[in-house]
């Protein structure tokens, strides 16, 4: 049967090589082989969404891919949002509007708005609630979210300017 | 879960796909998005000897135009396709199905002809195969059959692609420009399994008269069925109009699905005629605006 194997992924930019079993999901291996545990493991079947991460600019459930089927692709996970000290704009709107509570799914959230807002950076509401309907919250009832991704895409549009995180917007 | 331990190849080509899947005897498995396949290793009711992967295979991604038919390659993704501007004009009812096929997350990952190979009854591109007479290219050892959509759904996660064989592309006949499309379904949850869906083709006449209907319904059996019963009665009707009350009356006969946990048979007869009107309706709606009536 199938033995470990040399599996060499680009994460955030950084290539990584490890060791892995070739039933080793991208998930695992983010958290368990690099040790990047930003991507969480909710159902581990697809639908909650708190593993999503991207795959080539797309968001994607790393639940659901196997590690050894990505070499080659672009992986980007929620550790490579912010700029250094500096949140993403979307983090800082999270933030700022109370968007989390445990923050299980917070991470799978951020991810799947970065792609949704680069795609269409003026949304109205009903476009955000739809965007969202993929990714499941228990805690806050989406409200926060909905106000923090309205404001993220503000702030990605340059209506809010930001200075070490803090809002000097004329 | 996690899944059982399994084999891995990357194929760099279809023949060479099919030449690994011939090792295992009918016991591997193709990869290509895994929204389907990967849930079900991880709860181990599947647990293939081999994955064949055919991520790597580029020769494979593509969505062309060839004499009167889209033709939809093995690795080409539902968000590809959806928006496709080629299969926004020629081919409107795969385009308005997709937006239902799971989230986002799923659909960019996740392929057309995966969905068809895979074959979930409540799955929506089958249905758009369905109604489309649709036809599907499958390779073996001994190269390319192709069959129409009739005879690929068996029943539920069973199609006749044989041990050995892969769904290579699919080919959707393009739609006439005196026609309308719509895809319509109730579900408990947005991107979540259908409970009854249906989707609709129309072909209209300058009078509002409906010279072909296409429909079929996905949720009321093990595969996708074709409403024939209803497609006849919006032919005969002088205008689609005129044929909407029979048609809501008469889309469940013959149909017996079977009852679930979120819906009872009665239901979901009921409910493929409401869909049906629906579906209906908007197909009608976009048939005017493609036309320009």
């Known amino acids: ?170 | 879960m996690k899944p059982a331990k399994f084999e891995f190849h990357a194929a760099r080509s279809p023949e060479e796909a099919v030449t690994l899947l011939d090792r295992y005897d009918g016991d591997a498995r193709i990869l290509a998005g895994g929204q389907s396949l990967v849930p079900l290793m991880n709860f181990r009711v599947l647990q293939p000897r081999a994955l064949v992967s055919i991520n790597h295979c580029p020769e494979l991604n593509y969505i062309r135009q060839e004499d009167n038919y889209i033709t939809v390659g093995a690795l080409c993704r539902q968000i590809d396709a959806e928006q496709s501007s080629l299969v926004q004009s020629r081919c409107p009812l795969l385009a308005a199905a997709l937006p239902w096929v799971g989230g986002v997350a799923n659909r960019n990952r996740g392929t057309v002809c995966g969905s068809l190979a895979h074959a979930d009854p409540l799955a929506e591109i089958p249905a758009v195969a369905m109604a489309l007479d649709a036809q599907l290219n499958i390779r073996g050892a001994r190269g390319l059959r192709t069959i129409p959509v009739g005879k690929f759904f068996v029943s539920d996660l069973t199609t006749a692609i044989e041990p050995g064989e892969m769904l290579e592309s699919v080919k959707f006949p393009t739609a006439s420009p005196n026609s309308g499309a719509a895809f319509v379904e109730v579900g408990n949850r947005a991107h979540g399994f259908a409970v009854v869906g249906v989707a609709a083709y129309l072909e209209v006449d300058n009078e509002g008269k409906c010279t072909l209907a296409r429909l079929a319904a996905i949720g009321v059996g093990s595969t996708p069925v074709r409403l024939r019963i209803a497609e006849a009665v919006v032919e005969r009707a002088n205008n689609i109009d005129c044929a909407l009350n029979d048609v809501a009356n008469c889309s469940g006969d013959r149909l017996e699905p079977a009852g679930g946990f979120h819906a009872d048979a009665e239901y979901k007869k009921e409910v493929v005629g409401v869909l049906v009107v629906r579906a209906i309706k908007k197909a009608y709606a976009s048939y005017k605006i493609r036309s320009g009536h």
């Open chain 1, 1 to 170: 049967m199938s033995e470990k194997t040399s599996i060499r992924l680009r994460v955030n930019g950084t290539f990584y090589e490890r060791s892995a079993d070739p039933r080793t999901l991208l998930v695992d291996f983010l958290r368990h082989s690099i040790g990047l545990k930003g991507a969480h493991v909710g159902c581990a079947h697809g639908v909650c969404g708190a593993c999503t991460v991207q795959i080539d600019s797309r968001a994607a459930r790393s639940c659901l891919h196997f590690a050894i089927d990505l070499q080659g692709s672009d992986i980007k996970t929620v550790e490579g949002l912010a700029n250094g000290d500096e949140l993403h704009p979307i983090q800082q709107s999270f933030h700022e509007n109370h968007a989390l509570q445990c923050g299980y799914c917070t991470p799978g959230f951020l991810m799947t708005i970065e792609e949704f807002l680069r795609h269409n950076p003026n949304p109205t509401e009903e476009e955000i609630r739809e965007s969202l309907a993929d990714n499941i919250c228990r805690c806050t009832g989406y409200a926060n979210i909905v106000e923090a991704v309205m404001d993220a895409a503000k702030k990605l549009r340059g209506e809010v300017i930001l200075e070490g995180g803090k809002d000097v917007s004329p």
